[in-house]
């Protein structure tokens, strides 16, 4: 058996699209996964659940070493502090290096700030180490996020308005790519960042999906719809990108919309066909893919 030092996996989390919790059925959460190389065990994003999830998934939040939050939208970043909050308190040892968009460290402190009593009484009454010196904030750009002996990221920024800091990312080891698509309109140039892939996590929707959804949401006006369309990519526009890009396999995440009942898999799947021929598979929370 392999040991879980050489693990190297994609569970996914969260594949529901957008902050509602809505039916608890295969894709209830919103955005999370969990990245392991190895001992690096990696989340990306950190939508509320995250921390059941990766418990469910067999994981203490303490042995995370790595955040990387695609951008700060609630439904990729509400459960952040919770999660390693939850870290600390089963039993955190090593630093964590949270890698964020512009406003990631405001949202740390603030949070801290928040929680002020609850660690400082755990703090003197557990002897505990203070939280704060546990946690290294760094705020990324298009380009190189951080490279070290285990990978290397690279961020791509994407077409999500209103949002400007939304970033695609690479992840880099042992010579293979895991690309994530953040939250994205359709954008050709994703495909040469994320080309030759072992796995292209991509967003996706379906018409279906936004006619639900805004009808769910009961707004009064038009804005979620025009949202969803300026802001988003269709089904078939992922399998474009794996297409172009030459991906080995295509998961398709932030599922709009996640409920089965309105959209199977086959559905999702016939739309990706259009353009890629190759392995595709639909997002579900709990999916652990080795690679
Ligand atoms: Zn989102
Ligand atoms: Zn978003």
Not at 11 to 29: D, E, H, W
Not at 88 to 110: E, F, I, K, Y
């Amino acid at each position: 058996m392999k040991t879980d030092h050489g693990e190297r996996t994609l569970t996914l989390l969260g594949t529901k699209g957008g902050p509602a919790l809505r039916n608890p059925g295969v894709s209830f959460l919103p955005t999370s996964n969990l990245l392991s190389l190895g001992h690096r065990k990696i989340i990306i994003d950190c939508g509320i659940g995250v921390t059941q999830a990766l418990a469910r998934a067999g994981h203490s939040s303490s042995v995370i070493t790595d955040i990387f939050i695609t951008h700060l939208h609630s439904d990729h970043m509400l459960e952040l502090g919770g999660l390693i909050h939850t870290a600390w308190t089963s039993g955190l040892q090593h630093q964590l290096a949270v890698n964020g968009p512009a406003g990631t460290a405001r949202v740390w402190s603030h949070f801290l700030e928040m929680m002020e009593v609850d660690i400082a009484v755990r703090v003197l009454d557990e002897g505990r180490p203070h939280l704060r010196d546990l946690v290294s904030v760094h705020e990324y750009d298009q380009g190189i996020v951080t490279k070290n002996s285990d990978f290397t990221v690279s961020a791509l920024r994407t077409i999500h308005p209103p949002i400007k800091d939304c970033f695609a990312l690479n992840f880099l080891s042992d010579g293979q790519k895991i690309c994530f698509s953040g939250d994205t309109a359709f954008m050709p140039s994703l495909a040469g960042f994320a080309e030759n892939a072992r796995i292209l996590v991509h967003e996706a929707m379906l018409e279906s999906g936004v006619d639900y959804v805004t009808a769910k949401t009961g707004n009064t006006d038009e804005r979620l719809y025009r949202h969803l369309i300026a802001s988003h990519s269709f089904a078939h526009e992922a399998g474009r990108i794996a297409h172009d890009a030459g991906v080995k396999l295509l998961v398709l995440n932030h599922l709009i919309p996640a409920e089965r009942n309105i959209a199977q898999d086959d559905d999702w799947i016939a739309e990706v066909r259009q353009h890629f021929s190759g392995n595709v598979m639909v997002g579900a929370d709990g999916i652990k893919i080795p690679f």
